[in-house]
């Protein structure tokens, strides 16, 4: 077994750009590219239970609350499907309302298509840091 | 310049921790995409993503650059509408989720009927072993 100490992995040929051989050992993936850049489970009674590059999350209305990043994304063009507990989950309209320093409003509904707290709330972001 | 080549199975950071490499291998998302659904469907973001077709109305397919080793991956979505009563479910009846080891295919259907719909800009993120 082998281990690497360091705090921080940078590329030779582009900083950004460090590729891990894939599970069938005949193709490589790009690791920043590949990596969370945040993610959060969320009680509306209790507040985050524990998260990743999320400075806070706003509790907006009922129902309604988004991720705050501590290091902003590159753009708001990055992927975040969200997961809750609820009855049907949605992100807001309109939409979009995503920021390089915010996720979309995550939206929780009862089972009779009112607006609703829940105790878990998921969201995992992928795309570029600034 | 050549690039080096790392062998090891655990990384440890000085206050964060240490990860077993398989959960940097295994862990990592091996696409993700973000994209346009409405008007001409188009991808706006992404990673080892290679094209969207849009397949009719709100029915999407992503193709990934470099292919999965089977069918056998993780996903997860979500969706924008800017419609009031849409939202992000997927699959409804005719457009279940297809997955092959190229690709990815599904239906956004509304939050508050099971009407297949476009969505104003969609996500979608794989996790799984790539061949």
Same mark, same amino acid.
């Given at each position: 077994? $082998?281990?690497?100490?360091?705090?921080?992995?940078?590329?030779?040929?582009?900083?950004?750009?460090?590729?891990?051989?894939?599970?069938?050992?005949?193709?490589?993936? @790009?690791?920043?590219?590949?990596?969370?850049?945040?993610?959060?489970?969320?009680?509306?009674?209790?507040?985050?239970?524990?998260?990743?590059?999320?400075?806070?999350?706003?509790?907006?209305?009922?129902?309604?609350?988004?991720?705050?990043? $501590?290091?902003?994304? =590159?753009?708001? #063009?990055?992927?975040?499907?969200?997961?809750?507990?609820?009855?049907?989950? *949605?992100?807001?309209?309109?939409?979009?309302?995503?920021?390089?320093?915010?996720? @979309?409003?995550?939206?929780?509904?009862?089972?009779?298509?009112?607006?609703?707290? #829940?105790?878990?709330? @998921?969201?995992?972001?992928?795309?570029?840091?600034? | 310049?050549?690039?080096?080549?790392?062998?090891?199975?655990?990384?440890?950071?000085?206050?964060?921790?240490?990860?077993?490499?398989?959960?940097?291998?295994?862990?990592?998302?091996?696409?993700?995409?973000?994209?346009?659904?409405?008007?001409?469907?188009?991808? @706006? *973001?992404?990673?080892?993503?290679?094209?969207?077709?849009?397949?009719?109305?709100?029915?999407?397919?992503?193709?990934?650059?470099?292919?999965?080793?089977?069918?056998?991956? $993780?996903?997860?979505?979500?969706? =924008?509408?800017?419609?009031?009563?849409?939202?992000?479910?997927?699959? #409804?009846?005719?457009?279940?989720?297809?997955?092959?080891?190229?690709?990815? *295919?599904?239906?956004?259907?509304?939050?508050?009927?099971?009407?297949?719909?476009?969505?104003?800009?969609?996500?979608?993120?794989?996790?799984?072993?790539?061949?």
């Amino acid at each position: 077994m $082998s281990e690497i100490k360091t705090d921080k992995l940078t590329g030779v040929g582009t900083a950004g750009v460090i590729v891990v051989t894939g599970e069938g050992n005949s193709t490589t993936t @790009n690791l920043q590219q590949g990596l969370a850049k945040a993610w959060f489970t969320f009680n509306y009674a209790t507040t985050v239970q524990d998260s990743f590059n999320i400075g806070s999350v706003t509790d907006e209305a009922t129902g309604h609350c988004f991720g705050n990043f $501590s290091s902003n994304m =590159n753009n708001n #063009d990055f992927a975040h499907p969200a997961m809750t507990g609820a009855y049907r989950t *949605r992100f807001e309209n309109p939409g979009p309302d995503a920021t390089t320093s915010r996720t @979309n409003t995550i939206e929780t509904y009862n089972s009779s298509g009112s607006s609703a707290d #829940d105790n878990i709330v @998921n969201c995992t972001v992928h795309g570029d840091l600034a | 310049m050549a690039l080096g080549k790392i062998k090891a199975d655990t990384l440890e950071h000085s206050t964060a921790g240490l990860v077993d490499t398989k959960f940097v291998v295994d862990g990592s998302a091996k696409a993700w995409t973000n994209f346009v659904g409405t008007g001409t469907a188009a991808i @706006n *973001r992404s990673s080892n993503s290679s094209g969207l077709t849009d397949n009719g109305t709100g029915d999407y397919t992503v193709s990934f650059t470099t292919n999965l080793v089977d069918a056998n991956f $993780s996903f997860a979505m979500a969706a =924008n509408q800017t419609s009031t009563g849409t939202g992000m479910v997927t699959g #409804d009846s005719g457009h279940q989720t297809t997955l092959t080891a190229g690709s990815i *295919r599904w239906g956004f259907t509304g939050s508050s009927s099971n009407t297949i719909t476009d969505v104003t800009t969609g996500s979608v993120m794989v996790h799984g072993d790539l061949a």
